[in-house]
C-alpha cells in the first residue's frame, strides 16, 4: 500500500496568513493526489484534483502543486472560513490512502 | 442538486450484520465509480471500497475484504455495502462518494456504524 504523509498535523496561523500543507508519499504517484477540506460534523469537500486543478467552485486563495511523491497545498490568505482540518489522498492505485489529516487552527 | 444521501446506520453487536445505501439524484448514476470511505471518531479518512460505473469491477481495504461487499442498481440510482461479521475497529462514520477525475467530488452526509456489545 501506498503511504501518505502528511506534516504539519496540526498549524496555527492567523487571518490573512499564507499556509502551506506538504503531503509525501511513499512511491511514486505521478500527479493522482487530490486534497479535501473537512469541517467538524461535515463530510469532506474536494478543493484540488491531480494535484493542481482547482475544483469548480473553490476560492483561487487554494492551490496545489506536485509531482511524484512531493506535494503542496497553499491557501495563500487564510480567511475565516479556512479554519478546517486538511486531507491529501492518493488514487494511483487501490487502496486509495489519505493522509493523517493537517488542523489548522486559529492562532 | 447533485447529491448523495447515506441511510442504513445503526448501533449493531460484534459479529453482526448491516447493510448501508446511498441514495444518488441530480446526475447520471450509472456513469460513474463509486465509493465507500469511512472515518472513525476523532481518525483520519479511510477508503473501503469502490465499484465500476456498470458494477462489473469492486475492490476493497484488506481490512474489509471477505466481510463487505458493495453493490449498486443502476435502475434504483442506489449504491450499497453489505457488512458483515462486523468488529469493534468497524465503529464509524460511512460515506459515499462520486469518482470523478480522479478524485471524489461529491460526499454524502455520513451514516453512523457503531459497533458494540
Known amino acids: 500500500d501506498i503511504q501518505m504523509t502528511q506534516s504539519p498535523s496540526s498549524l496555527s496561523a492567523s487571518v490573512g496568513d499564507r499556509v502551506t500543507i506538504t503531503c509525501r508519499a511513499s512511491q511514486s504517484i505521478s500527479t493522482y493526489l487530490n486534497w479535501y477540506q473537512q469541517k467538524p460534523g461535515k463530510a469532506p469537500n474536494l478543493l484540488i484534483y491531480?494535484?493542481?486543478s482547482l475544483q469548480s467552485g473553490v476560492p483561487s486563495r487554494f492551490s496545489g502543486s506536485g509531482s511524484g511523491t512531493d506535494f503542496t497545498l497553499t491557501i495563500s490568505s487564510l480567511q475565516p472560513e479556512d479554519f478546517a482540518t486538511y486531507h491529501c489522498q492518493q488514487t494511483y492505485s487501490t487502496p486509495y490512502t489519505f493522509g493523517q489529516g493537517t488542523k489548522l487552527e486559529i492562532k | 442538486e447533485v447529491q448523495l444521501v447515506e441511510s442504513g446506520g445503526a448501533l449493531v453487536q460484534p459479529g453482526g450484520s448491516l447493510r448501508l445505501s446511498c441514495a444518488a439524484s441530480?446526475?447520471?448514476?450509472?456513469?460513474?465509480?463509486m465509493h465507500w470511505v469511512r472515518q472513525a471518531p476523532g481518525k483520519g479518512l479511510v477508503w473501503v471500497s469502490r465499484m465500476s460505473s456498470d458494477g462489473s469491477s469492486t475492490n476493497y481495504a484488506d481490512s474489509v475484504k471477505g466481510r463487505f461487499t458493495i453493490s449498486r442498481d443502476n435502475v434504483k440510482n442506489t449504491l450499497y455495502l453489505q457488512m458483515n461479521s462486523l468488529r469493534d475497529e468497524d465503529t464509524a462514520v460511512y460515506y459515499c462518494?462520486?469518482?470523478?477525475?480522479?478524485?471524489?467530488?461529491?460526499w454524502g452526509q455520513g451514516t453512523m456504524v457503531t459497533v458494540s456489545s
Open positions: 462518494a462520486r469518482g470523478y477525475k480522479y478524485a471524489f467530488d461529491i
Open positions: 441530480g446526475f447520471t448514476f450509472s456513469s460513474n465509480w
Open positions: 491531480t494535484a493542481s
